[in-house]
């Protein structure tokens, strides 16, 4: 499959914050010949519509319809939860009326037999993106969190319990009933280059890895397969990446996120120094356009430089 213009796609595995950054990067580089396959393991069913977190956030990062503060969609208002807040409803999960307007639409196609594929593809389509977000799989995969001697929902455990490690396990409910998208196989096996994005390694990207085949696409697939580092100047930009790492037994440098992707890899961007694979060395901090334009095409360039 290529893109709309004819050339072979530049895959990107993203979560919704380092890997959507990226991905914004990569659509002055590549193009409308992107393709990103987002984690969907963080989707959740709430005030009858169908969040999908992930694949929403590269979304909107591709609409350059972001919100400053890195959630949901710029200059969105908050009547609803306003209102359902006055009705005495727990509001435990914020989320903006244009937001929610996309969300229940979501959740009505997919009542109505549209895959997530197809009603990602429709939001993508209606925010002018024509770039593909895909999904990692159609069927629901659900990450539950062992913490304080219980399993809970992700979301719960990110807002609720506002990510209060230790984490004592991970799980991804359905993931074995779960498949890539035909199209996801079809962007891997045909693609100039494939990146997994400065994303959490454990429950950003593991979750894409563990759908069944995907792994085996990947290394299957004649492109190089390189990775951004999440860790930027030694610590995390932002959220829980270090509890998970911790739990996952992976160090928080650029071995550990190697690790994280052993036997998957050709090369590896990260700002330290870093001899185990052929590695990029560059600053990776995706502060702003410019930034994200050149983490973008100077990881795509290195990734081109191995197949
Ligand atoms: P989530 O789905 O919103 O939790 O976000 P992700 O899993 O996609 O991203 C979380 C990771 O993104 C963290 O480990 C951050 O360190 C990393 N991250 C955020 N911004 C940047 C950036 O500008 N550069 C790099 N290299 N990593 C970043």
């Not at 959740?44 to 591709?62: G, M, N, R």
């Not at 399993?151 to 779960?178: K, L, N, S, T, Y």
């Not at 990146?195 to 454990?202: A, C, D, E, K, R």
């Not at 996952?248 to 690790?259: F, N, Q, R, Y």
């Amino acid at each position: 499959m290529t893109g709309t213009t004819g050339v072979p796609p530049v895959v990107v595995l993203a979560g919704g914050t380092g890997g959507a950054k990226l991905a914004r990067g990569m659509l002055d580089v590549a193009g409308d010949d992107l393709v990103v396959i987002a984690n969907t393991a963080d989707d959740v069913e709430v005030y009858e519509s169908h969040v999908s977190p992930d694949p929403d956030l590269v979304t909107f990062w591709l609409a350059d319809r972001i919100d400053d503060r890195g959630w949901g969609l710029a200059g969105d208002t908050f009547h609803v939860m306003d209102g359902l807040r006055e009705l005495g409803e727990d509001v435990w999960f914020n989320l903006g009326d244009r937001d929610l307007a996309l969300c229940l639409r979501r959740a009505r196609r997919l009542r109505e037999g549209a895959t997530l594929t197809v009603a990602l593809a429709e939001a993508a389509a209606a925010l002018g993106v024509r770039a593909r977000v895909l999904p990692m799989a159609d069927q629901p995969v659900r990450t539950r969190i062992f913490a304080r001697r219980r399993w809970v929902a992700f979301q719960e455990f990110m807002i609720r319990e506002q990510a209060q490690g230790p984490v004592d396990g991970v799980e991804f409910e359905g993931i074995h009933a779960a498949s890539p998208p035909a199209e996801a196989l079809e962007a891997i096996a045909s693609a100039r280059a494939i990146v997994i994005g400065p994303s959490n390694p454990v429950i950003s990207i593991r979750p894409i890895l563990d759908v069944p085949g995907m792994a085996d696409a990947l290394r299957a697939s004649a492109a190089p397969v390189v990775a951004v580092s999440p860790i930027v100047g030694g610590g995390v930009v932002k959220g829980p990446t270090e509890p998970f790492l911790a739990w996952a037994g992976l160090s928080l440098d650029a071995e550990g996120i190697a690790a994280a992707y052993r036997g998957l890899l050709d090369g590896l961007v990260t700002d330290e120094p870093f001899d185990r694979l052929r590695a990029l060395r560059t600053d990776t901090m995706m502060g702003d356009a410019q930034a994200r334009r050149r983490v973008a095409a100077e990881t795509l360039r290195f990734a081109e430089s191995l197949s």
